[in-house]
């Protein structure tokens, strides 16, 4: 992880190695480090979505059980919209991955790795790290 420059200047975003295919394998990534600001910003994106997630789960009907799972989904993505800066390493159908080109294409566990670690960046406890 690399989160300060060598001249010890703040950076805005922090830069992992990726496991999902095996250590050292070249791909890496870069999530945007938590601000006041970022963090008002993801709570209002999340803040709805969430809320449906709470409800439709609290249900015994498989449908309602089924959306509660979509919506879960699309939180997942906010964290990747939100907090995915660049991807280094990677080739999608021939492309330079990019975050929207990893959210579209890419590896799903890849995208879930960095979901997790953004959320733990964001210092999340274990209950918001479920939505």
Do not use: Q
């Given at each position: 992880m690399s989160c300060m420059s060598p001249s010890g200047e703040y950076e805005s975003v922090c830069w992992f190695e990726a496991s999902f295919d095996k250590p050292g394998g070249?791909?890496?990534y870069?999530?945007?480090?938590?601000?006041?600001?970022?963090r008002i910003e993801l709570?209002?994106?999340?803040?709805?979505?969430?809320?449906?997630v709470e409800f439709f789960e609290a249900?015994?009907?498989p449908r309602e059980?089924?959306?509660a799972?979509?919506?879960?989904?699309?939180?997942?993505?906010?964290?990747?919209?939100?907090?995915?800066?660049?991807?280094?390493?990677?080739?999608?159908?021939?492309?330079a991955a990019s975050p929207h080109g990893l959210i579209e294409r890419g590896p799903l566990e890849l995208a879930m790795e960095i979901v997790a670690r953004i959320k733990a960046e964001c210092g999340l406890s274990e209950g918001e790290r479920k939505n």
């Amino acid at each position: 992880m690399s989160c300060m420059s060598p001249s010890g200047e703040y950076e805005s975003v922090c830069w992992f190695e990726a496991s999902f295919d095996k250590p050292g394998g070249g791909v890496r990534y870069a999530v945007r480090r938590i601000s006041l600001g970022r963090r008002i910003e993801l709570a209002r994106r999340i803040r709805e979505v969430a809320r449906g997630v709470e409800f439709f789960e609290a249900s015994g009907d498989p449908r309602e059980k089924l959306e509660a799972a979509v919506l879960a989904g699309e939180i997942d993505r906010v964290y990747l919209e939100w907090g995915l800066a660049a991807v280094e390493g990677l080739t999608i159908d021939g492309e330079a991955a990019s975050p929207h080109g990893l959210i579209e294409r890419g590896p799903l566990e890849l995208a879930m790795e960095i979901v997790a670690r953004i959320k733990a960046e964001c210092g999340l406890s274990e209950g918001e790290r479920k939505n």
